[in-house]
């Protein structure tokens, strides 16, 4: 059974199109987390909810639109795709604060903008 | 705000050899600290954390970590070393009641036979 899940894990798309990830979890976290990684992998947040409250929101274009409908569902959907947009998108979980507790984190959804 | 830093982009051991990952924290009081490892094409699994007490925490795969507050280390050991280690090692702190996990630019480790 796996944890963390995220569809699609893979996904190439043109400029300009409309595109989403989704994640669900069951591990019966209260927080769910997005994360881009770079081409330097570098791990960066993007949107935390805890019991479906947005509770962290970086500096991230408002091109990108998070969803919780539930403790167990984060989806991300993306408008307007840019180049800069390609990066491998990560979901996570925990219990709790996110500072303080392990993450659980998905395989990753590789997006590709062309 | 917290930070990390991993001097060392990439380490290559041999097989065999021990292991030491470089890892430097930046926080007020005492962090939350973590070391995760990503094999490619996976995401990040959690080796080990500390919170407090014991400043040597013990992780999964052989691995181990020391909490050094005086130099703000929490540097990652393995005495010998696997092929199968290869992978990308990521270490992060968080802070006490904080909601973000800080993660640094990770440090690539390869195996050579």
């Known amino acids: ?114 | 705000a917290q930070s990390v830093t991993q001097p060392d982009i990439h380490i290559t051991v041999s097989e065999g050899a021990s292991l030491e990952l470089r890892c430097n924290y930046s926080y007020g009081a005492t962090p939350y600290l973590f070391w995760y490892v990503q094999s490619p094409g996976q995401g990040l699994q959690l080796l080990l954390k500390y919170f407090s007490g014991d400043t040597l925490v013990q992780g999964i795969k052989g691995f181990e970590a020391e909490f050094k507050r005086s130099q703000s280390s929490f540097n990652l050991r393995k005495p010998s070393v696997h092929w199968s280690d290869a992978a990308e090692y990521f270490c992060a702190v968080g802070a006490t009641g904080g909601f973000k996990t800080i993660f640094g630019a990770g440090t690539r480790l390869f195996v050579k036979a």
């Open chain 1, 1 to 114: 059974d796996t944890a963390v899940s995220q569809t699609p894990k893979y996904l190439v798309t043109q400029m300009g199109n409309d595109k989403s990830i989704k994640c669900e979890q069951n591990l019966g976290h209260d927080t769910m987390y997005w994360y881009k990684q770079d081409s330097k992998k570098f791990l960066k947040i993007m949107f935390s909810y805890n019991n479906k409250e947005l509770i962290i929101n970086e500096t991230v274009p408002n091109r990108f639109s998070p969803k919780s409908p539930d403790k167990a569902h984060l989806n991300l959907h993306i408008n307007s795709l840019e180049l800069g947009d390609s990066a491998v998108y990560f979901c996570a979980s925990s219990q709790g604060r996110g500072g303080q507790t392990e993450a659980f984190f998905g395989q990753g959804t590789r997006l590709t903008v062309v």
